[in-house]
């Protein structure tokens, strides 16, 4: 499986066979143990706070965040999990996330994939102008256009509803660009001699075009599912009432809110915040290397 | 869309059946123009005018940007921004740099993935869920970071209510999240610096400092410096952790960054307008400094 996309990246991971010419073994010299145990306490450092929250979310409301801090939940129990419904409607707002994410990536990446093969494939006139002032609004800050676009919304009466953070999303000027890079790597003559056989364009992109940009294609879907299920700048600009509300400012409001013990927060967040790490481990490998290959920041 | 079998076919030469390709782009361009295009343009022309939202708006001419001028929130935000978003370049760079180095050189494949996942670990995880969990990990009574200090004997700050310790503890928050990114974008560079090089060096009798300093650093420049202009951009950008743990900027405005005030102007007290010209000049800087870089880059940095 081939992680390179547009640029090398070769990012290595657990399970890389290929050898690496450069990394002879060094076991057991001194500086090898030392550069170990430096990296292993870092390690464990950078996760104590992810240790201490998944605790204390399984220990009992007056037993919680002890001082010294337990490591262990002790007496263990699950009514803090139990109580989160109480307060804030989780699983309603875990699906409006999932809606707004699956909507968020497959639109996008529909759109994206037809505008990249125009740009790469399909020649007209105008073409590489408007091509380059998308590209140039990728300098334009979300934060600037937020306000007429909450305008646009608020006109259109889409205020505290999912279309208004889903319908933006659509448009996705860096996965354009993206994908027109990795279709231009793909020999035009494939869909030459598939013009030739009569196929249409319609067919030549999603039945030879598609298939062969799986990696491209992994990296953008996972990239703008894990931005829009993350996203809270959108959600606390658009949406007001608790059962519109997406995960993120789900937690905020649980939190701010009225009645919310520490125990039930922390019980709230490791409720978010497992299950993407759990698909985080799944799916590591390809994780990374759209993070390498696309170098998007959070 | 499809084309008779048998049609001449030609997929190169503009303006022939140039609307299939205005087809395929439509969607594309129609979404842009009105969330992208139109509000860039509708942002500008609303930094001319006053409006809350409810009443008639008023033109305004440059009153907004003249009021900037004198605008001593503004002036701490901008102050506030550009400290948080210096110190998170360099600690990202450095650290993010020194990981990676270290990472590829451990000879235990089982450590190596132990550390890589959990450098990463946090910077999959929401924004939202980080800064509540900081929020209680810095605690001044029952936070972790508290109760270990005290043990090696040094007594913390009530880090978000002290002015001097609110911004190096968003700084330290907003590290703890995203030196996964960093150290991914590091460790991918430094892999593709030829071993050949690093060998002949090693032969010519260099070591490891003047391997370092003459071949290792040259060559990974590039990445470098292409990592310190995503983590600016990103890091001018901050707001979640900032509008999160301290909602209303902290003590002393000691932790209002521009976006925040951006958002309050814009969405807390509705002058649409200010926010505006506000918003255009986080944009202007943005592309100044994005310049700056790319200038400095041909400088600098080694040849691509």
């Given at each position: 499986?081939?992680?390179?996309?547009?640029?090398?990246?070769?990012?290595?991971?657990?399970?890389?066979?290929?050898?690496?010419p450069r990394?002879?073994?060094?076991?057991?010299?001194?500086?090898?143990?030392?550069?170990?145990?430096?990296?292993?306490?870092?390690?464990?450092?950078?996760?104590?706070?992810l240790v201490?929250?998944?605790?204390?979310s399984?220990?009992?409301?007056?037993?919680?965040?002890?001082?010294?801090?337990?490591?262990?939940p002790?007496?263990?129990?699950?009514?803090?999990?139990q109580?989160?419904?109480?307060?804030?409607?989780?699983?309603?707002?875990?699906?409006?996330?999932l809606?707004?994410?699956?909507i968020?990536?497959?639109?996008?990446?529909?759109?994206s994939?037809l505008?990249?093969?125009?740009?790469?494939?399909?020649?007209?006139?105008?073409?590489?102008?408007i091509f380059?002032?998308?590209?140039?609004?990728?300098?334009v800050p979300?934060?600037?256009?937020?306000?007429?676009?909450?305008?646009?919304?608020?006109?259109l009466?889409m205020?505290d509803t999912?279309?208004?953070?889903?319908?933006?999303a659509?448009?996705?000027?860096?996965?354009?660009f993206?994908?027109?890079q990795?279709?231009?790597t793909?020999?035009?003559?494939?869909?030459?001699?598939?013009?030739i056989d009569?196929?249409?364009h319609?067919?030549?992109?999603f039945?030879?075009?598609?298939?062969l940009?799986?990696?491209?294609?992994?990296a953008?879907a996972?990239?703008?599912?894990?931005?829009?299920?993350?996203?809270?700048?959108?959600?606390?600009i658009?949406?007001?009432?608790?059962?519109k509300?997406?995960?993120?400012?789900g937690l905020?409001?649980l939190?701010?809110?009225?009645?919310g013990?520490?125990?039930?927060v922390f019980a709230?967040?490791?409720a978010?915040?497992?299950?993407?790490?759990?698909?985080?481990?799944?799916?590591?490998?390809?994780?990374?290397?759209?993070?390498?290959?696309a170098?998007?920041?959070g | 869309?499809?084309?008779?079998?048998?049609?001449?076919v030609?997929?190169?030469?503009?303006?022939?059946?140039?609307?299939?390709?205005?087809a395929?782009?439509s969607?594309?361009?129609l979404?842009f123009?009105v969330?992208?295009?139109?509000?860039?343009?509708a942002?500008?022309i609303?930094?001319?005018?006053?409006w809350d939202?409810?009443?008639?708006?008023k033109?305004?001419?440059?009153?907004?940007?003249?009021?900037?001028?004198?605008?001593?929130?503004?002036?701490?935000?901008?102050?506030?921004?550009?400290?948080?978003?210096?110190?998170?370049?360099?600690?990202?760079l450095i650290?993010?740099?020194?990981?990676?180095?270290?990472?590829?050189?451990?000879?235990?494949?089982?450590?190596?993935?132990?550390v890589?996942?959990?450098?990463?670990?946090?910077?999959?995880i929401s924004?939202?869920?980080?800064?509540?969990?900081?929020k209680?990990?810095?605690?001044?009574?029952?936070?972790i970071?508290?109760?270990?200090?005290g043990?090696?004997?040094?007594?913390?700050?009530?880090?978000?209510?002290?002015?001097h310790?609110?911004?190096?503890?968003i700084?330290a928050?907003?590290?703890?999240?995203?030196?996964?990114?960093?150290?991914?974008?590091?460790?991918?560079?430094?892999?593709?610096?030829?071993?050949?090089?690093?060998?002949?060096?090693?032969?010519?009798g260099?070591?490891?400092w003047?391997?370092?300093?003459?071949?290792?650093?040259?060559?990974?420049?590039?990445?470098?410096?292409f990592?310190?202009?995503?983590?600016?951009i990103g890091a001018?950008?901050?707001?979640?952790?900032?509008?999160?743990?301290?909602?209303?900027?902290?003590?002393?405005?000691a932790t209002?960054?521009?976006?925040?005030?951006?958002y309050?102007k814009?969405?807390?007290?509705?002058?649409?307008?200010y926010?505006?010209?506000?918003s255009?000049?986080?944009f202007?800087?943005?592309?100044?400094?994005?310049?700056?870089?790319?200038?400095?880059?041909?400088?600098?940095?080694?040849s691509?």
């Amino acid at each position: 499986m081939s992680v390179d996309l547009t640029k090398p990246t070769g990012v290595e991971t657990a399970d890389d066979p290929a050898p690496r010419p450069r990394r002879r073994r060094r076991r057991f010299t001194p500086g090898q143990v030392l550069l170990g145990v430096v990296l292993a306490v870092l390690g464990v450092v950078m996760l104590a706070p992810l240790v201490w929250l998944l605790v204390q979310s399984f220990t009992e409301e007056g037993d919680a965040f002890g001082i010294p801090p337990g490591w262990l939940p002790k007496p263990f129990t699950t009514q803090n999990f139990q109580d989160i419904d109480g307060l804030i409607p989780f699983w309603r707002m875990a699906l409006n996330s999932l809606i707004v994410a699956v909507i968020s990536t497959g639109g996008s990446l529909l759109v994206s994939v037809l505008a990249a093969y125009g740009f790469s494939r399909l020649p007209f006139r105008g073409r590489d102008r408007i091509f380059a002032l998308m590209l140039a609004a990728l300098m334009v800050p979300v934060q600037m256009t937020i306000i007429p676009v909450f305008i646009l919304m608020r006109n259109l009466h889409m205020i505290d509803t999912l279309q208004a953070l889903w319908l933006p999303a659509l448009i996705n000027v860096f996965s354009i660009f993206f994908f027109r890079q990795y279709f231009n790597t793909i020999p035009k003559e494939l869909d030459e001699a598939a013009r030739i056989d009569g196929a249409s364009h319609l067919w030549i992109l999603f039945r030879l075009i598609v298939p062969l940009s799986g990696p491209a294609l992994a990296a953008m879907a996972i990239l703008t599912f894990e931005a829009s299920w993350n996203n809270y700048f959108g959600p606390l600009i658009f949406l007001s009432s608790h059962d519109k509300m997406t995960l993120p400012i789900g937690l905020v409001t649980l939190q701010a809110g009225q009645g919310g013990s520490s125990v039930v927060v922390f019980a709230a967040i490791t409720a978010v915040v497992v299950p993407v790490l759990v698909v985080f481990l799944i799916f590591q490998r390809a994780f990374v290397a759209s993070i390498a290959s696309a170098g998007i920041r959070g | 869309m499809t084309t008779a079998p048998g049609e001449q076919v030609t997929t190169t030469g503009a303006g022939h059946r140039g609307w299939v390709g205005v087809a395929f782009v439509s969607p594309a361009a129609l979404l842009f123009v009105v969330f992208i295009l139109g509000p860039f343009v509708a942002a500008i022309i609303l930094s001319f005018y006053s409006w809350d939202m409810l009443t008639p708006s008023k033109f305004n001419g440059i009153g907004n940007f003249t009021q900037m001028f004198s605008d001593a929130t503004l002036y701490k935000a901008l102050a506030n921004t550009f400290i948080f978003s210096i110190a998170s370049v360099i600690t990202h760079l450095i650290g993010g740099f020194l990981l990676a180095l270290g990472v590829n050189r451990l000879a235990s494949r089982a450590l190596s993935y132990f550390v890589r996942t959990s450098l990463f670990f946090p910077f999959v995880i929401s924004w939202a869920a980080v800064a509540l969990l900081w929020k209680y990990v810095l605690d001044p009574t029952f936070g972790i970071v508290t109760y270990y200090l005290g043990e090696i004997g040094i007594t913390s700050p009530d880090w978000f209510t002290d002015p001097h310790w609110a911004l190096p503890a968003i700084i330290a928050i907003d590290w703890w999240h995203t030196i996964g990114f960093t150290f991914i974008i590091m460790l991918a560079g430094l892999q593709t610096v030829p071993g050949e090089l690093i060998e002949a060096a090693r032969s010519d009798g260099c070591n490891g400092w003047q391997v370092l300093w003459n071949v290792t650093i040259p060559l990974m420049s590039p990445t470098i410096f292409f990592a310190g202009v995503i983590t600016f951009i990103g890091a001018f950008q901050i707001f979640d952790p900032v509008q999160i743990i301290t909602p209303n900027g902290g003590p002393d405005n000691a932790t209002l960054t521009i976006v925040m005030y951006l958002y309050q102007k814009g969405f807390q007290s509705f002058q649409v307008g200010y926010a505006s010209a506000v918003s255009l000049l986080v944009f202007a800087i943005m592309a100044a400094v994005t310049a700056l870089q790319f200038w400095a880059s041909k400088k600098w940095v080694h040849s691509v």
